[in-house]
T-cell receptor
Framework: ELKVEQNPLFLSMQEGKNYTIYCNYS?????LYWYRQDPGKSLESLFV?????AVKQEGRLMASLDTKARLSTLHITAAVHDLSATYFC?????????????FGQGTTLQVKP | ETGVTQSPTHLIKTRGQQVTLRCSSQ?????VSWYQQALGQGPQFIFQ???????GRGNFPPRFSGLQFPNYSSELNVNALELDDSALYLC???????????????FGSGTRLTVV
């Protein structure tokens, strides 16, 4: 069964610092998604990574995918308070043929001034 | 695009009751998936509907059922509610069975269900 693990689960950082969130998954998959969730809100799509070596950047966030290592990273550059949220990675479960997403536990990011 | 809308936003039910949650998908999105997100957890896949037929199911009992209608709306029904059913329920729509290649899935704003 496909499992997705994120670390760290909680991250408190100062504004202006850099950090990386890691997402490991247990079996082969061809799509990986990153979502942001604010408290009590729905999921906002950040990135869709479709192939080995894919790298996407939007503002202070950059995501990458290494399908051989079954690892994706979400790198935060010069964090600002507005980035405080919970970030989820999700992997497309190819075995289901339904586009079923398996989510990680989420990483709660707190950016302090 | 009008996005994905869910109703109601909040709901309180008593254990043993039945509940229906609704989702209106984006125009042209013929696939809808439902997820349950317990507090502090990642969303868990309940089931998916494609062209009005169930197309896959997660580890949820039969008292969780759904419907999808031709107008891109769908329902999640839960019978015999239990306390552990308290969660945020999210629907997600996509253009095809395996998600829109470039944009992934569009999630609705969710329904917060509390079972007392």
């Amino acid at each position: 069964e496909l499992k997705v693990e994120q670390n760290p689960l909680f991250l408190s950082m100062q504004e202006g610092k850099n950090y990386t969130i890691y997402c490991n998954y247990s079996t082969t998959s061809d799509r990986l998604y990153w979502y942001r969730q604010d408290p009590g809100k729905s999921l906002e799509s950040l990135f869709v990574l479709l192939s080995n070596g894919a790298v996407k950047q939007e503002g202070r966030l950059m995501a990458s995918l290494d399908t051989k290592a079954r690892l994706s990273t979400l790198h935060i550059t010069a964090a600002v308070h507005d980035l405080s949220a919970t970030y989820f990675c999700a992997v497309d479960d190819r075995s289901s043929n339904t586009g079923k997403l398996i989510f990680g536990q989420g990483t709660t990011l707190q950016v302090k001034p | 695009e009008t996005g994905v809308t869910q109703s109601p936003t909040h709901l309180i039910k008593t254990r043993g009751q039945q509940v229906t949650l609704r989702c209106s998908s984006q125009s042209g999105h013929n696939t809808v998936s439902w997820y349950q997100q317990a507090l502090g957890q990642g969303p868990q896949f309940i089931f998916q509907y494609y062209r009005e037929e169930e197309n896959g199911r997660g580890n949820f009992p039969p008292r969780f059922s759904g419907l999808q209608f031709p107008n891109y709306s769908s329902e999640l029904n839960v019978n015999a509610l239990e306390l552990d059913d308290s969660a945020l329920y999210l629907c997600a729509s996509s253009q095809d069975l395996r998600g829109a290649l470039e944009y992934g899935y569009t999630f609705g704003s969710g329904t917060r269900l509390t079972v007392v």
